[in-house]
């Protein structure tokens, strides 16, 4: 059978570049570490391998969020704490007050010290994150959530202005957490303090009296009140950072999942690909050889 020149020379540089596609793609998979280039060489494993990118940045969220949120808690826990402190203190204060033993002396020296720990659970309640937001006003996060309520000359009482809202943020499949605290109740007791501090301040103040020993009393059932709201949010905070601990520790696990397979699917084989590379450069080099030969040849060859 005669062959055109024309149609050997096309087979061959048709079969020359196919074999130097395969090694140039062989090449570069050796290169990469990666069995799939394109969705092509391996249609199913390259939607598995989308899928399970997919799902691991989702998880890769949920646990930044869960990072974030744990930070947001633990700092609120902080605040949260030395809220109790100062109440405790002040609850130590009051019971020392009520001693009938005491002058008017030292019920006016307890001043300058309940005075302090007002001042000090006001500036608490009123913190602010380091973008400017106030911490404790639920989703009113520009406003300051206790204030003042009197008008001025008469007696100080202090009101919440925030609200009760909550801000949210996801941190698993359909699991949201609540990441801000309000100090509604506080109020009442700062209220009930600066009346104690009236009292007590008052220059005709009588040990024992009525007034004053209603304000102690009163003061010391909001104060155990207050006590107990604020280590209630405390409970709460700790059980929510046991559950988001135990949460991401199960994303890390699921991460941990989608990257074995993500590596499985898509991982070459090295020691395939090298030897179908030397296959595929010893035909390039066959070729060649073969091709320079045929070339060569003519009819009068054979003469």
Do not use: C
């Not at 050796?30 to 969705?39: F, H, K, Q, T, V």
């Not at 590596?263 to 296959?279: I, K, N, P, S, V």
């Amino acid at each position: 059978m005669r062959i055109a020149s024309s149609q050997f020379q096309a087979t061959m540089n048709r079969g020359l570049q196919d074999n130097q596609s395969w090694v140039s793609k062989l090449t570069e998979q050796l290169a990469s570490g990666d069995r799939i280039m394109l969705p092509s060489d391996d249609p199913i494993g390259a939607v598995r391998i989308s899928r399970l990118t997919r799902e691991e940045a989702i998880v890769d969220q949920y646990r930044q969020n869960i990072a974030a949120t744990r930070i947001r808690l633990t700092s609120n826990e902080e605040y949260l704490s030395s809220m109790t402190r100062d109440i405790t203190s002040l609850n130590d204060l009051l019971v020392q007050a009520s001693d009938g033993s005491n002058s008017p002396a030292d019920l006016k020296a307890t001043v300058t010290s309940l005075t302090s720990l007002r001042d000090s659970l006001l500036y608490t309640a009123n913190q602010k994150d380091q973008e400017g937001r106030y911490i404790f006003s639920g989703t009113e996060t520009n406003t300051q959530p206790i204030q003042v309520t009197s008008a001025p000359g008469a007696p100080v009482t202090y009101g919440y202005m925030g609200n009760l809202g909550q801000q949210k943020t996801v941190i698993g499949n359909g699991i949201t957490q609540t990441v801000n605290v309000d100090v509604d109740g506080l109020q009442n007791l700062l209220t009930k303090l600066s009346t104690t501090i009236e009292a007590l301040s008052d220059p005709a103040l009588v040990v024992g009296s009525a007034t004053v020993r209603a304000a102690l009393t009163d003061n010391m059932d909001t104060a155990t009140a207050t006590l107990d709201l604020v280590a209630g949010k405390i409970a709460q905070l700790g059980g929510a950072q046991n559950v988001m601990r135990t949460l991401d520790g199960n994303h890390a696990n699921v991460s941990l999942s989608n990257k074995t397979a993500i590596l499985e699917l898509g991982q070459l084989d090295y020691a395939g690909a090298l030897t179908e590379l030397a296959g595929y450069n010893l035909s390039l080099e066959a070729s060649y050889k073969a091709y320079s030969k045929v070339s060569n040849l003519s009819l009068f060859n054979v003469l």
